[in-house]
């Protein structure tokens, strides 16, 4: 199994709507957890950390679930600029990230 | 991106050739990190250093050297290029947030 596994989508929506999506990880001992945005042939940027408690940014919503080992992020009001792959990044506390294979949203006119 | 420089870009190079991707931080963080990423996968650690002198293995470290003779740079070696090494490398510092350079895509032919 994956450390971090991810649906590829892609996902396409039109703009304003709302979209989500999951990141499984298989180790119970991670302790830090994040979302990356990666646009195509860029490097990843960091887009938020994920907190126990859940937390917003603006439009972006990340929640953790520990007990189902997942992590998700849910983006709202699509703006065409969202459109890009969004990585999963984990660690055990080791400051080794772990990241998953990213998952493509496509946000249309 | 200011903090981590990354060069060359791009490089083609054949079978049996070596080369160095040279990876320069200017802001003195003592964690770096080295990851591949071949089209549709996620990121793979291949080697990082958490200071001047201190190197270890991550995922995916066969087929590549490393050192870390001072703060600044952390250049990732390729001694006998193979074509399972084509991919894009990108070179990350670890502050309050894991940072990337802009990435050095490598062709293998």
């Known amino acids: 199994r994956k450390e971090v596994e991810q649906d590829p989508g892609p996902f396409n929506v039109p703009e304003g709507a709302t979209v989500a999506f999951n990141c499984t990880y298989s180790n119970s001992a991670s302790q830090s957890f994040f979302w990356y945005r990666q646009d195509c042939r860029k490097e990843p940027k960091l887009l938020m950390s994920v907190y126990s408690s859940g937390n917003e940014d603006g439009r972006f919503t990340a929640q953790l679930n520990r007990a189902s080992q997942y992590i998700s992020l849910l983006i709202r009001d699509s703006k065409l600029s969202d459109s890009a792959t969004y990585l999963c990044a984990v660690n055990a506390n080791d400051y080794k990230l772990s990241f998953g294979a990213g998952t493509t949203v496509t946000v249309r006119a | 991106n200011a903090g981590v420089t990354q060069t060359p870009k791009f490089r083609i190079l054949k079978i049996g050739q070596s080369m160095t991707l040279q990876c320069t931080q200017d802001?003195?963080?003592?964690?770096m990190y080295w990851y591949r990423q071949d089209p549709g996968m996620g990121l793979k650690l291949i080697y990082y250093?958490?200071?001047?002198?201190?190197?270890d293995k991550g995922e995916v470290p066969n087929g590549y050297n490393v050192s870390r003779s001072t703060t600044e740079d952390f250049p990732l070696r390729l001694e006998l290029a193979a074509p399972s090494q084509t991919s894009v490398y990108f070179c990350a510092i670890q502050g309050e947030k894991l940072f990337f350079g802009s990435g050095t895509q490598l062709s293998v032919l």
């Open positions: 802001m003195n963080h003592n964690y």
């Open positions: 250093s958490v200071g001047a002198g201190i190197t």
